[in-house]
């Protein structure tokens, strides 16, 4: 799985972070998102799907 993020489209609501705190955080200033993982693990698959149907400015996608 390969994850990619339009962060120009990032509104900061976290809800990506929530869902999947090993691949997404965020900015201390600004809150948008920062990608930590763009190849995630078999074991955070489930989390990082999760955390692109959550997120509201669907800026996450994912590559399977
Ligand atoms: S859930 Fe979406 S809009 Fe919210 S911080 Fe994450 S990438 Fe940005």
Excluded: K, N, Y
């Amino acid at each position: 799985m390969r994850v990619s993020i339009d962060e120009d489209g990032c509104v900061g609501a976290g809800q990506c972070v929530l869902a999947a705190p090993d691949v997404f955080d965020q900015r201390d200033e600004d809150g948008v998102v920062v990608l930590l993982d763009e190849e995630p693990g078999e074991h955070l698959h489930e989390a990082t799907r999760e955390a692109a149907l959550l997120c509201p400015a669907l800026v996450i996608h994912l590559a399977e």
